[in-house]
């Protein structure tokens, strides 16, 4: 049970690559340690978690250790893998994305419409962990949502399935898989009506799977019981500490909208975290948008998803950007895509590296954004499909490559700004201010946020360079 009096919190999360920690003084809301050391979630998490103890006895003492508050986040083996099931693209595919990233998972399939053999398919072949089922209004279609039930039901899949679209039908659905000993999870529908999103009933019940089963298949189970909360997403606690910043508490204020770039060696997420409103009085159409939204692009990344990032760009125009030859650019993406711990060294590397960084921003804020464009139906009207995000002023970058140079991480996070365009307006803000998650804490703080806002808006505050900051010892570069 967490206790007021407590001083210290333990801050851990179990990567693929990296264990990391950050230990907070919740009396004076300080970040005293962060360290890392390479993960052992494929072997045994208890040797990285050990590791992480002992650095965080050699500060705070065995006596504070003892005591101190224990909670981790994991994003070990790429974090929870889900397939959305959806009746339209526009609809209940968006709002099952939506409540997919929003509960820290990473999209591996979608199909719209009617269930297919090549679909089941494509969800076998994508090694899905979970499946969301949804799709339609509340007292709107139910036969093609019966239809997939029975699909998915009489197929082989062996994982769970959520589901949560027009409740009408929701007892058929759970007669179909309880007859043939399938799990099925029921939830809200994520789209009751027009304009209407509900995903939280379906994040909570990923959430929870991803706790008491997904992690135990990834290393991370055995060490549960040392820690004093369950396991989360890495995810869905930078969402959570980010609404926090965002909306401060009732002692501190937060920072107000903005949107955040976290740029990983194979994905690249976006965040953004402001109220949707209509572009210049356009028509809003599509899946309603959170307030505080997260993509994931796959494809973007610095290091196994370098080669997808620059068929992308264009393999002539980014080795122009780099000053280098076409020849040069290809054996530089192989040494990135066979060596996720390559380390760029020359100038030459090191402009590579930057690029792939620029680009990474650039094409994930595009796709994270809604756009506007005139439509001729009855006349020329305007229509915004996404969200706008044309009024956020600040951006805040985290990663590597923006943590080890900060020099050049403005120039990298300045690419999410809008870019002119004849075609269609691109909702992105026009100019901002750029900061860095220095000390890497978000995840820290998202984990602390169900038990100190003050300590945990206190140190994104200070890491991002807008809080009062004070000396810590940082063991090693996150």
């Not at 997939?148 to 899949?157: G, M």
């Not at 890495?234 to 910043?245: D, E, I, K, R």
């Not at 711990?341 to 921003?361: F, G, M, N």
Request: charged residues 25%; contains cysteine; hydrophobic residues 40%.
């Amino acid at each position: 049970m967490w206790r007021k009096t407590l001083r210290y919190a333990i801050l851990l999360d179990f990567g693929s690559t990296y264990t990391k920690i950050v230990c907070v003084d919740l009396s004076e809301k300080r970040v005293v340690l962060t360290d890392k050391f390479p993960s052992t979630v494929h072997t045994d998490a208890g040797i990285s978690l050990q590791q992480c103890f002992e650095a965080a006895k050699c500060v705070i003492g065995d006596d504070d250790f003892g005591s101190a508050l224990k909670l981790s986040t994991s994003s070990a083996a790429g974090g929870l893998r889900i397939a959305v099931s959806g009746l339209t693209k526009s609809l209940s595919i968006e709002a099952g994305r939506n409540a997919s990233f929003g509960a820290g998972g990473k999209i591996v399939y979608t199909a719209s419409g009617l269930i297919s053999e090549k679909d089941l398919q494509g969800i076998e072949g994508s090694q899905a962990e979970i499946l969301l089922l949804c799709g339609g209004y509340e007292g709107g279609n139910s036969k093609a949502v019966l239809h997939n039930a029975e699909v998915l039901a009489d197929s082989s899949l062996n994982i769970p399935i959520i589901y949560a679209g027009n409740s009408r039908v929701a007892k058929d659905v759970r007669m179909l898989f309880a007859g043939r000993g399938r799990e099925c999870f029921m939830a809200e529908n994520i789209i009751p009506d027009v304009g209407v999103l509900n995903i939280e009933p379906t994040v909570a019940i990923m959430r929870d799977l991803f706790m008491n089963r997904i992690t135990n298949m990834k290393g991370v189970g055995k060490v549960k019981k040392l820690l004093d909360g369950p396991i989360i997403p890495t995810p869905a606690a930078v969402l959570a500490a980010g609404q926090l910043l965002c909306d401060g508490t009732a002692e501190e204020s937060g920072i107000g909208p903005y949107m955040m770039a976290d740029i990983g060696g194979a994905t690249t997420d976006i965040y953004s975290f402001i109220e949707n409103r209509s572009y210049e009085g356009a028509k809003q159409v599509g899946s309603p948008e959170p307030f505080a939204k997260r993509t994931v692009e796959g494809d973007m990344g610095m290091r196994e998803s370098s080669v997808c990032l620059v068929k992308e760009v264009g393999e002539e125009n980014f080795a122009e950007k780099c000053c280098i030859t076409k020849e040069h650019l290809r054996d530089a993406i192989e040494n990135r895509i066979t060596d996720r711990k390559y380390i760029a060294e020359i100038e030459t590397e090191k402009e590579i590296d930057l690029q792939i960084a620029c680009s990474a921003v650039e094409i994930s804020a595009r796709r994270h954004a809604g756009y506007a464009v005139k439509e001729f139906h009855d006349g020329c009207r305007l229509v915004q499909h996404g969200k706008n995000l044309t009024e956020i002023k600040t951006v805040i970058g985290t990663g590597g490559i923006l943590v080890n140079n900060l020099q050049a991480a403005p120039r990298i996070l300045q690419n999410v700004r809008a870019r002119p365009s004849k075609a269609e307006t691109v909702l992105l803000p026009s100019d901002v201010k750029t900061f860095v998650d220095e000390d890497y804490v978000f995840f820290a703080a998202g984990l602390l946020s169900d038990y100190d806002q003050e300590a945990a808006l206190a140190i994104m505050k200070n890491s991002i360079g807008t809080g009062e900051k004070n000396g810590y010892q940082n063991q090693q570069t996150i």
